[in-house]
């Protein structure tokens, strides 16, 4: 009797399975797996900068899995992973006169200047694929890489570029951004 009970707990198992895959995570599980922390202060900045709402709750997710306390060891902050010189340049070109490095932990501000900073990235480059790559590897690098007539060079920047489109899509369809 247990064997037979052990057998069709298997069965419906695998079949459930078979069935999540095939059409793939529900919105709701895709909610719980991918947050999205800082709703009105995303599509906020999405709006402004003329931004697409899932691509920038996807930048965020894969910079910080949208944790604003954030640190990286190369000195990245907060939501977005700013550099502070940066977030300093940025400030200083949206009118701002008091940059302080501890204002990258404010979700508000961080995502302000990291949703200029990709607006600015999309217009220089046109094209998402290669703005997000300067986002990750930085522009001098992308501007190399060009000028070279190379693709992306980093295969930790092609993951992350590939990782950001594949959150973009999870991002829209879990949250109808």
Do not use: C
């Not at 057998?7 to 198992?13: E, G, R």
């Not at 940025?90 to 990709?118: C, H, K, M």
């Not at 046109?126 to 703005?131: C, G, I, L, P, R």
Request: cysteine-free; overall charge neutral.
């Amino acid at each position: 009797m247990r064997v037979l009970a052990a057998s069709t707990l298997l069965i419906v198992a695998v079949a459930a399975s078979f069935v999540f895959l095939r059409n793939g995570e529900p919105a709701w599980f895709q909610r719980v797996r991918y947050p999205l922390e800082y709703e009105q202060i995303v599509r906020g900045h999405a709006r402004n900068y003329q931004l697409d709402p899932a691509l920038l709750a996807a930048v965020i997710y894969q910079e910080s899995k949208f944790r604003a306390n954030a640190k990286s060891e190369a000195g990245a902050i907060g939501l977005m992973q700013l550099q502070p010189e940066t977030a300093k340049g940025i400030a200083i070109r949206t009118g701002g006169s008091r940059f302080q490095t501890s204002d990258l932990y404010n979700p508000e501000i961080n995502v302000r200047y990291g949703s200029w900073y990709l607006r600015h990235l999309l217009d220089k480059y046109d094209d998402e694929k290669t703005a997000l790559a300067a986002y990750n590897a930085g522009q001098r690098n992308v501007d190399e890489w060009r000028a070279a007539g190379e693709g992306i060079q980093f295969s930790e920047t092609r993951a992350y570029v590939d990782r950001v489109e594949d959150l973009k899509d999870v991002y829209r369809d879990a949250y109808g951004l």
